[in-house]
């Protein structure tokens, strides 16, 4: 075989790896939503906060899947993963940098929204509170849970697997470590978007908010690949929760 036949090869490997990890998110996705529904249903006579105990589950298998699945892959160490106490001088740094953009992001959003999106203000603004304890719940949820079962899953099983089978010299070529960045963003976007398969449809999609998730999903890929850690992308993901809920609660009780 020639060297164009084997480079020709080794993209469409590349690139049926990069379709087989969408298609792998998109049916955990719908498993977590069906499983979800049932779980919620079963447990909604016994608890006050059904959807508390669905989240958590629902972080719990992306967090297990995610662990699984690299040490079946890989064999390699949780620490490999990015679970790890490495670097965290540099890990504060980062999540301190994300902390302020992050406020002046969600400062000027409420500023845009108030003067020149009435309409969406209003539809902000008419939002019933929910029950304090389920204020509480929400915001004990958001301030661990998400940074948990998804940087696990998206930035340290997904970046894993592209540095082996896709961008396997991003330490030597720039566009394949923004390649990384770009495809491991996109699949954190994608994963936002929401949809059921009989019949199919569409049940969920916020341009804002899949915006948002590339956004972030970005800093938290490269924050990664430069400390192979998870400690800045969880403490960035859960703050940029907790803070999102707890701004959409603000504006609803004013």
């Keep these: 075989m020639g060297n164009g036949r084997l480079r020709q090869y080794a993209i469409v490997q590349k690139i049926a790896c990069i379709l087989i990890l969408l298609v792998f998110i998109q049916l955990l996705n719908q498993f977590l939503i069906f ?10 006579p016994t608890v006050q906060n059904p959807r508390f105990v669905v989240g958590v589950y629902q972080q719990l298998v ?23 106490t490495w670097q965290q001088k540099r890990s504060l ?31 902000m603004r008419a939002i019933e509170l929910p029950p304090t304890n389920t204020i509480v719940t929400t915001l004990l949820f958001q301030s661990f849970f ?13 970046i894993n697997v592209l540095a082996a089978f896709v961008f396997t010299n991003w330490r030597q070529n720039n566009a394949s470590k923004w390649g990384f960045v770009v495809v491991s963003s996109g699949y954190f976007a994608v994963a936002h978007i929401y949809f059921t398969l009989s019949p199919w449809q569409l049940t969920h999609i916020d341009p804002v908010q899949i915006a948002m998730a590339f956004g972030c ?18 403490l960035s993901h859960n703050f940029a929760n907790v803070t999102s809920t707890l701004v959409g609660y603000l504006i609803s009780g004013v």
């Design 35 to 44: 499983s979800g529904t049932a779980l919620e249903r079963a447990v909604s």
């Design 62 to 84: 992306q967090a297990l899947t995610g662990l699984l699945l690299f040490r079946w892959l890989f064999n390699k160490s949780i620490q490999e993963l990015g679970i790890n």
């Design 93 to 123: 740094n980062f999540f301190l940098r994300f902390v302020w953009l992050w406020l002046a992001i969600v400062a000027l959003y409420v500023a845009a929204t108030y003067f020149f999106f009435p309409n969406e203000w209003q539809a």
């Design 146 to 158: 998400p940074g948990m079962g998804e940087e696990i899953l998206f930035r340290g099983f997904i």
């Design 217 to 234: 999903g970005a800093f938290y890929a490269v924050v990664f690949l430069k400390t192979k850690s998870l400690l800045a992308p969880f």
